[in-house]
């Protein structure tokens, strides 16, 4: 199975990603198959060369099966070849529990009958 993902590169603290095309079962830093372009994080988000990759590659790896990770994927909806992704999002777990919101039900039923 192939995977579109980065490749760290770079000092410490000042990382520098390649975009590639690697098996899968290849260690992050390791061997790939092609490199088609990079990502600085350091630069501005304004800043062109922040993303660079080559797209007729890239649509030749995605036609080939290659799965690109979550990043690459957000890459990809900027670059307008893929549809944007949301992350799931649960906004009932950060909601207050049972005995809170009971608590405060009972706060605002005070509050109206002082007013």
Known sequence: MLR???SRGGTKKRPFYKI???DARAPRDGR???RIGHYNPLL???NPERVKFDLDRMKHWLGNGAQPSERIERFLAEAGLAEKKTKFNDPKKSSPRKKAQERMAAEKKGEEAAA
């Open 32 to 34: 790939f198959i092609e």
């Open 4 to 6: 579109i993902r980065m």
């Open 44 to 46: 501005p988000k304004d």
């Open 20 to 22: 590639v095309v690697a």
